[in-house]
């Protein structure tokens, strides 16, 4: 039997675009055609958002929102980190 869990991965340089912000981009590929999906809080108000890459080969996978973007708070700052679920 299998298991997954998420691993947490360095946000890459985004591309500051004037009117839409900042551009994300798939930590694995490097594309930025990225879909999101569910969208969680968990009890300490952090926030999740499920994303897929078009550019990763398991995009066809059933598990393909395995990319997370997280907004979390620690001591009164905010931080921005992805992570992906990985099988272990
Ligand atoms: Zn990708």
Known sequence: MSSNEYVSLPL????????NGAML??????????????ISIDEHGDIAIR??????????DPMRDNLKLLIHQHKGKTYLSWQRLVPT
């Open 51 to 60: 994303f897929w890459c078009e550019g990763c080969p398991e995009s066809d």
């Open 25 to 38: 981009e798939c930590t694995a590929c490097g594309d930025s055609h990225l879909h999101h999906g569910e």
């Open 12 to 19: 890459l340089d985004a591309d500051n675009h004037p009117a």
